[in-house]
């Protein structure tokens, strides 16, 4: 069923004429009518939009199955991480979290997949901040698929606890130097972000360091609309 469709019908459950779902959703009633003739595109950030106002998953917009055996769902965008110097973890209430459209295959359909916003200029050149959605697997769900776990060269959701007892998190491009040496890379314009180097001599500086996540995918947005 083509998205225009699906929003006429759902239109049409709710008892709502064109013109009070163009208010609900900031558009015209002209608009609508394009919208469902098919004759204006529905991006993403539409689809958002006219699904909430129609109280259905994003997903019903997107062609569910392709012929490779992917298919399209929503996962959850649970908060930020900052792509800067440690900084405390922030986790949105649940019911704050935004759907995020994606595109899984397969062998990672069922794992723990989750979605993270990016804050901090010390990934820009890859993930600019306020721009970037970070499509992240837990670290479990990693190695179980992944016999050799974390490689040189992955980008990876790092947690610390401060000496305050607070949960700090920073995304970095991992390198594993040798048993006893990692470096978490940053990737700016801005040179005065520095390697965070983690070895066995300055453990209790890094206060338990892990990997929660790894970035296995992103999001872009080339305009804020």
């Known amino acids: 069923m083509r998205a225009g469709d699906i929003i006429k019908k759902k239109r049409i459950e709710l008892g709502l004429t064109q013109a009070e779902l163009g208010a609900m959703v ?26 909430k106002v129609l109280k259905i998953d994003p997903a019903e917009f997107v062609n569910g199955s392709n012929a ?39 062998n990672i359909k069922g794992l723990h997949i989750f979605a993270l916003g990016v804050r901090g200029n010390s990934m820009n050149r890859i993930f600019p901040a306020e721009k970037t959605t970070l499509i992240c697997m837990d670290i479990n769900d990693f190695y179980n698929l992944n016999a ?42 801005d040179e005065s972000y520095k390697p965070i180097i983690i070895t066995n001599t300055n453990a209790n500086d890094n206060n338990g360091y892990e990997i929660k996540a790894v970035v296995i995918d992103y999001q872009m947005k080339l305009k804020k609309l």
């Open 26 to 51: 900031g558009f015209s009633q002209q608009s609508i009518t394009k919208f469902e003739k098919g004759e204006r595109t529905i991006d993403e950030n539409k689809i958002y939009r006219f699904a």
């Open 68 to 106: 490779n055996g992917s298919s399209i769902t929503t996962i959850n965008k649970i908060g930020f991480v900052e792509a800067g110097n440690w900084q405390e973890a922030f986790q949105l209430p649940q019911d704050e979290w935004e759907p995020v459209c994606y595109e899984m295959n397969d």
């Open 148 to 189: 050799d776990g974390v490689q040189n060269g992955d980008y990876v959701i790092a947690q610390r606890i401060s000496i305050d007892g607070k949960y700090e998190a920073t995304v970095k491009r991992f390198t594993r130097v040798d048993e006893n040496t990692v470096i978490l890379s940053p990737e700016s314009t």
